[in-house]
Structures are given as C-alpha cells and as structure tokens.
C-alpha cells in the first residue's frame, strides 16, 4: 500500500499545465488525473457523489446529518507553465531533497495547489475509513483551470446555486508558511487569508489638440498619462 507522501508524488507526476491559449493544455493529462485520484483515493470516489463540471472540474458532495448549512473545501488541478531549464529539479519528477524533516519535495504545483488538493482527499479518505459521518454536508470542488480563466470554478459557482446550496463556510487554498515577513514575529508563520483580494481593470485616455513636434506643449498627453498612473499607485486599495 502506497504512502500518503507517494500518493502526493505520483499526482504532482502529472502535468496538468493551464495555458491561456486553451488549444495548448494537454486535456489527457486531466483525465489521467481524474482516473488516478480515483484508484488513489477509493472511498472518496465510491462513497461521494461526483460530477465533471465545465469539462474537467470535479464537484464531490459528502452527504452529512443535513443538507444544510454546507461547508466547501476547494483547490485547483491545474498549475501553471514552466520552463525545465529554470529548475534544478525536473518539474514534474518530485524529487525528494534532504532526509528527515528537512527533505523537500521539488515539482510544479507542490504548493500551489496539489499540495491542498492531496491534503483534502488525503483527510476525507481517512474519515471515510473511520466511518466519519460530518454534521453538515460537505463539497469537494476542485477546479481545472484556476490558473487562467477560472470559469471551472465559477461553472461549479453557478451549479450549486441553481441547486439553492448556500455554504455555511468555504475554504480555499491560503498563503504559506513564511520566516521573516510579520514584524516582531521570529517563528515561522502560516499565512490564513479571511478574505479575497478585489479586481478592478481601467482604461486611461488622455486628449491632446494635434500639433507638431518642433513645438511641443510643456505638458504632453504621455507626461499626464503618467502623472495620473502615479496618482493611481500612491493611493491602492485599504
């Protein structure tokens, strides 16, 4: 019988890459995923319900005591491209460095995000086999192309809302352990996000009378373009 650290390392193998360009991502490479995780992790896909959602996103539900009230545990499949030759270590080999408790795992999407992904079914497989019933049912949604569109996570978004599933509570991947980042903080320190980072996308026009080169105005359209870009830097989101 594999070990969970094995199990890690032949789904880290598999190099489920997202490309902005979807006629570049090697859809296989998806599928062999869906299929390895359901001969790794058997009671997740034999006692969950599981549908594909938007071609490759994968929703899990875990029926609890109720229906109500749901929790959410999310990651993603997919990681993003990489050059080999910027590595010291083969990107998708999981080459383990180091022995003991220094031994690290080297390979594309170790953290972000298989490392959640594993985690999750690792924890659920373990409950299954201890006969764990949750109090409140629970979701598994592992998007597949969280690294470029997103819409597999939206697609799984837009489902259990037509179902009327309001989560009590959704957990997504967070930031990692880090040394040296909080001030006065000397221990190293798991980054918990409580919220997510907004998005907003401008476009800045700047008018200009023509005229000619020889004589140029004292403020140019270029010189206000870049003042207001300042304006916007000095004054980011609270």
Sequence with gaps: MSTPIE???EILRIPTVSHVDESLVDTVAFDLLHDT????YPRVHDELEREVVAGHALLYRWRGTTPERPLVLMAHQDVVPVDPTEWRHPPFAAE???????????ARGAIDDKGALVAILEAVEVALADGVV?????????????????????????????????????????GAVVEGVLPGVG?????????????MTLTLTVHQAGGHAST????????????AIGRLHRHPFP
């Design 134 to 174: 949750p109090a409140h049912d629970v979701y598994l949604a592992f998007g597949h192309n969280e690294e470029t569109a997103g819409d597999g996570a939206r697609a799984i978004a837009t489902v259990l809302q037509e179902r009327g599933i309001r989560p009590a509570l959704v957990l997504d991947e967070g």
């Design 187 to 199: 221990v190293p320190t798991a980054m918990v996000g409580v919220a997510e980072r907004g998005v």
């Design 37 to 40: 995780i359901a001969r790794l």
């Design 216 to 227: 140029p105005p004292s403020f140019p359209a270029p010189a206000r373009l870049a003042r």
């Design 96 to 106: 383990i460095s180091g022995e003991g408790a220094d031994a690290e795992i080297h």
């Design 7 to 9: 199990r890690f390392r």
